[in-house]
């Protein structure tokens, strides 16, 4: 017998490790010291750093992988991986430098795996930091025929002086709310429940309140906020900022907040995007519960000094954000947040 009989193809392994080298590559930063297909990677601090530190995070993408096997497209979920590690780094300020992957399946099928990290190449290009390496795991016996679980892990460095961990926020501070590119990577669970069981919606039949297919809205990429985020801490105009994953914008904003202090969020300053709309609707779900759940279209809230909230927008809208006054910093009364409906 050879290892292909128990269903581990070490060909197929080796054939994907050759065609991903070139995705890799074009991620490179000067800092990277190995090629990928070695045994680790080694990525040298960037230089210019008074007192480096090294922040670090690692995430999944979810059950928004179950609407990439649904439809058979996976070219982009690669980026929603990164995005969630990435930008879960960039909230302290700190740069983005190198990524890693975790691809599991059952039968490895070459091709499918490599669109996922073309995907991945391609949120880090948007991130800014380098595929340095990865794991293609072939476990047979583990997950059902064409379907796969991802991880990533995601290094960034910063300037200790320079580094954001919320203490710097001030009553009276502005929150500038960044617009989601849709629901990111979080809440599949209750809207493919929604969606697909309870409305019957048909993923590749045109939806006509999304102004697309249901396919296309759920398997938009989440935004990729690294970039912006390292700008503003440089400018030193960032105190604080929340990634708005699983726990929505009840959860995620007092993970900012040093103590005694609360934020406070206007719901009458963005129009919430229409696929959250439609769940709320469909479900029905009510709107504590949605508010915990998803972001309702931020995928970021940054604290900013008030004085300098105008100049905090303006950069962050010419590095292409889409940028709300959502609230502001106050002294806590009772809840971490405070939802003005």
Not at 151 to 177: N, S, T
Not at 257 to 279: K, Q, S
């Amino acid at each position: 017998m050879q290892y292909r009989d128990a269903g581990v193809d070490i060909d197929a392994g080796a054939a994907l490790v050759e065609r991903i080298k070139k995705l890799a590559g074009a991620t490179a930063r000067p800092e990277v010291l190995t090629a990928l297909g070695g045994f680790a990677g080694a990525v040298a601090i960037p230089p210019g750093l008074r007192e480096p530190i090294l922040v670090s995070s690692t995430d999944g993408v979810g059950t928004k992988l179950k609407i990439a096997f649904a439809t058979g497209r996976h070219d982009t979920i690669g980026i929603d991986l990164v995005a969630m590690n990435a930008d879960d780094v960039a909230v302290t300020g700190a740069e983005p430098l190198f990524f890693l992957d975790y691809f599991a399946c059952g039968r490895l099928e070459v091709g499918v795996a490599e669109q996922v990290i073309r995907g991945i190449a391609d949120g880090c290009r948007l991130a800014g930091c380098a595929l340095v390496g990865g794991e293609t795991a072939e476990l047979p016996g583990m997950y059902a025929d064409g379907e796969y679980d991802l991880a990533g892990f995601c290094v960034g460095v910063a300037d200790k002086a320079r580094f954001v961990d919320g203490r710097a926020i001030e009553a009276g501070d502005r929150v500038l709310g960044l617009a989601s590119s849709g629901l990111h990577s979080n809440g599949y669970a209750l809207a493919r429940k929604v969606l697909l069981e309870r409305m019957g919606l048909a993923l590749e039949k045109d939806v006509p309140e999304l102004g697309c297919t249901l396919a296309e809205e759920l398997l938009r990429p989440t935004r990729i906020y690294a970039r912006s985020l390292v700008a503003l801490a440089r400018a030193d105009l960032l105190r604080g900022a929340a990634h708005i994953t699983g726990g929505g914008l009840i959860d995620n904003p007092p993970r900012m907040l040093p103590p005694g202090l609360a934020i406070r969020l206007d719901l009458r300053t963005w129009e919430v995007p229409a696929v959250f709309r439609l769940i709320a609707a469909g479900g029905p779900v009510d709107q504590r519960e949605m508010l915990r759940t998803f972001n309702l279209g931020l995928g970021m809230v940054v604290a900013v000094p008030r004085a300098a909230a105008d100049r905090a927008r303006r950069q962050l809208e010419a590095l292409g954000e889409r940028v709300i006054d959502a609230g502001e910093i106050i002294e806590k009364r009772g809840d971490a947040v405070e939802i003005v409906p």
